[in-house]
């Protein structure tokens, strides 16, 4: 079975044919692609639901978050349905059209993701490194770079823009989306490694993988200095920040991009060995387990809500337990630019 599955070409998985895969692991394949996308949408209305309640949460920086939420539930509502459906059909069932349309937005929610991410980034690189009370350590002076709210509006939409590009280029023509090896998904049509291909693959791992890591490199590198900083200089107790808050964030947005960083891996390992080997070399459960390992990204964001960041643990339990807004405490102490809320 493995064997027939690495030597198919681009014409033996036709939308709506037969797969090389038996229905039972299209059926297991199906129902953990229910089970994430239960896990996944429940999880991510519930964070949206807690910024709706608690207008203390609704800041620039957490925007952000309320962003990324957006594409995994996007993920999550479309993509997961969609794919999980054609398993326990045991083929693609949605047709030419319904393929193009499923990769785009999978490549389109997974473009968003990391554009965001980078934000975030640069959003602890400004908050920590270039706050409002200066650019020294403890010194009271102007600092050199001041985010708005329409700064933030403006990185925000820069990445959603970024990834509509990115997302229709296979559909004019740049590249292309079909079925995978499983004939029950859709994505880049990373079989056909003609020169569109490893063109589109180069210029989207250079301008959404090799940058965006290098710009929260740059960001955190930064961010580890300044803590370090500060902490030798015993200054921050004077800084009007919530210090602990402010580690929070940045610990919890570390751990997204890493986790981002191991479910998005395997799905780049692929598309790089099809640029520069024979695709048909390529294990047949790589191909399998690689972008499954890329949607599993969209549920384990709100878990790293709730284990890293101390604000959004006590609005998620304060409302899971149906308590008042006057009854769950979100801030002690007063707020940066990038954490007053937006209402305001």
């Given at each position: ?69 957006f594409t995994d539930i996007g993920v999550a509502g479309i993509g ?262 937006l209402t305001q």
């Amino acid at each position: 079975m493995i064997e027939a599955a690495l030597n198919i070409s681009d014409d033996a998985v036709p939308y709506g044919g037969k797969s090389a895969f038996t229905q039972l692991e299209h059926n297991i394949v199906a129902a953990y692609l229910i089970t994430a996308g239960v896990i996944s949408l429940s999880s991510n209305i519930v964070v949206l639901l807690m910024f709706l309640k608690f207008k203390e949460l609704r800041t620039a920086t957490n925007f952000i978050i309320i962003n990324l939420a957006f594409t995994d539930i996007g993920v999550a509502g479309i993509g997961y349905p969609m794919s999980a459906a054609s398993d326990l059909h045991g083929s693609w069932k949605f047709g030419y059209t319904g393929c193009q349309i499923y990769a785009a937005l999978n490549i389109f929610f997974g473009m968003a993701s990391i554009g965001l991410l980078t934000v975030v980034a640069i959003d602890r690189y400004l908050t920590i490194c270039r706050p409002d009370i200066g650019t020294g350590v403890c010194k009271k002076q102007e600092s050199f770079f001041k985010m708005t709210l329409r700064s933030y509006n403006l990185l925000i939409i820069a990445a959603w823009l970024n990834a509509v590009f990115w997302s229709s280029m296979p559909i004019v023509g740049w590249a292309s989306y079909a079925p995978d090896p499983t004939g029950a998904t859709c994505t880049i049509n990373w079989r056909n490694n003609d020169a569109s291909f490893i063109s589109y693959t180069m210029a989207v791992i250079a301008v959404n993988f090799v940058v965006p890591l290098s710009v929260m490199f740059y960001c955190y590198f930064n961010v580890s200095v300044t803590v370090k900083r500060y902490k030798a200089s015993n200054c921050l107790d004077s800084i009007n920040v919530d210090w602990s808050d402010q580690m929070d964030v940045t610990k919890m947005s570390i751990l997204m991009i890493v986790m981002f960083l191991v479910a998005w891996s395997p799905y780049s390992m692929v598309c790089l060995w099809a640029s520069f080997g024979d695709p048909k070399t390529i294990p047949a459960p790589m191909a399998i387990i690689a972008p499954l390992f890329a949607k599993s990204s969209t549920f384990y964001n709100p878990c790293i809500y709730v284990i890293a960041n101390r604000k959004f643990r006590r609005a998620i339990t304060g409302m899971l337990r149906c308590q008042t807004r006057q009854r769950v405490t979100i801030n002690t102490l007063p707020m940066t630019t990038s954490q007053q809320p937006l209402t305001q």
